[in-house]
């Protein structure tokens, strides 16, 4: 199975650019890579997802080296209101339908 | 708004109840999930459906017994809980199982 790790967490300024790292070593040749937001006491929110090297949508930035065991989402001039969990998931090929989300990575955005 | 809904959004039941979450998406899609998380743990997949089979069970105890009657409802029926059955339980939705997920707002679930 393809596990996913990223740093617990991470503080940043409002304003700055952040990027987040998630390593997934293990990730099969059909997975792709997707990120997801969660505020406290909702539903994970979609962010973005990619297969191979940088995708770019209204909201963030992925970036995926051509090996890709590793993936950067990168969430430009953030703001108080991106404070969040950010999840990196990859699947579902990695052996049957399975998603496994890690523990995220706990983004805290300062004024 | 996601286009999936849950009910009820919060649940008090003690451990001899009989329970059931429901789970609606009005996006035409055609897999759903459910999903457990508990206090400060990430989100664990249970059951996955596809086109209303169910796809994947990931080891979850029996006492959790899911159903899927359409393809735009979703149910998690509840039976015998344990105290550390108390979670947020979420479900989403897919196009297919390789696309994006939408997820509902989830049920608070207390099992006393």
């Known amino acids: 199975l393809a596990k996913t790790t990223q740093p617990i967490s991470m503080d940043s300024y409002e304003g700055q650019e952040v990027n987040i790292t998630c390593s997934h070593n293990?990730?099969?040749?059909?997975?792709?890579i997707t990120w997801y937001q969660q505020f406290p006491s909702q539903g994970p929110r979609f962010i973005i997802q990619g297969y191979k090297t940088k995708v770019t949508n209204e909201v963030a930035s992925l970036f995926i080296p051509a090996d890709r065991k590793s993936s950067t989402l990168s969430l430009p001039r953030v703001s108080l209101s991106d404070t969040a969990v950010y999840y990196c998931l990859v699947g579902p090929y990695s052996g049957t339908y399975k998603y496994i989300f890690g523990t995220g990575t706990r983004l805290k955005v300062l004024a | 708004e996601t286009g999936v809904t849950q009910t009820p959004r919060h649940l008090v039941m003690g451990m001899t109840n009989k329970k059931s979450l429901k789970c609606e998406q009005h996006l035409g899609h055609n897999a759903m999930y459910w999903y457990k998380q508990s206090a400060k743990k990430p989100l664990e997949l249970m059951f996955v459906?596809?086109?209303?089979?169910?796809?994947e069970n990931n080891s979850v105890p029996s006492r959790f017994s899911p159903e899927c009657p359409n393809s735009s409802h979703l149910f998690l029926h509840l039976h015998t809980l344990q105290p550390e059955d108390s979670a947020l339980y979420l479900c989403?939705?897919?196009?297919?199982?390789?696309?994006?997920?939408?997820f509902g707002p989830g049920t608070r679930l207390t099992v006393l």
């Open positions: 459906y596809s086109l209303e089979e169910r796809v």
């Open positions: 989403a939705s897919s196009q297919d199982v390789d696309n994006e997920q939408f």
């Open positions: 293990n990730i099969a040749t059909n997975d792709y």
